[in-house]
């Protein structure tokens, strides 16, 4: 019996050390960000500007920007918190894919340190 306990918390902990290694090489997202009404190959998601977002207590949160990408080169950085989207207030991280779907240039009211930020890039054409 004690056996048995030994060998069940031997593989679940090889198994989160697994897990682990893997998201560290950023082979399995964190959080995934995107809602399965968004896998369509012609929308333009949240991933595909560069930026990896997670819902917190404070709104939506940037974990992560690509490194080259758009929102790279909008200035974006982590851990700022991003108020709007092209004019949408975004409470959740999905709705963020959700903005992104409207054809006007890419604008977004952040929060860093306190201070509100505005940037707004034109879209390059999308696929």
């Known amino acids: 019996m004690r056996r ?3 060998v ?3 593989i679940l902990g090889l198994g989160l050390i697994v897990w682990i290694s893997l998201v560290a090489f950023r082979v399995l997202p964190i959080f995934p960000v995107s809602s399965p009404s968004t896998a369509d190959e012609d929308m333009l998601r949240a991933e595909d500007i560069g930026l990896l977002l997670c819902d917190t207590a404070e709104g939506v949160s940037v974990l992560a920007v690509q ?5 790279e080169n909008m200035g974006v950085e982590p851990g700022d918190l991003v108020i709007s989207l092209k004019g949408t207030s975004l409470s959740s991280a999905v709705q963020a894919d959700t903005a992104l779907l409207e054809s ?4 977004m009211t952040l929060v860093r340190n306190g201070h509100r930020i505005e940037k707004q890039v034109s879209l390059p054409a999308h696929r």
């Open 67 to 71: 490194a080259g990408s758009l929102a």
């Open 104 to 107: 006007a240039p890419l604008s």
């Open 4 to 6: 048995s306990f030994v």
């Open 8 to 10: 069940i918390f031997l």
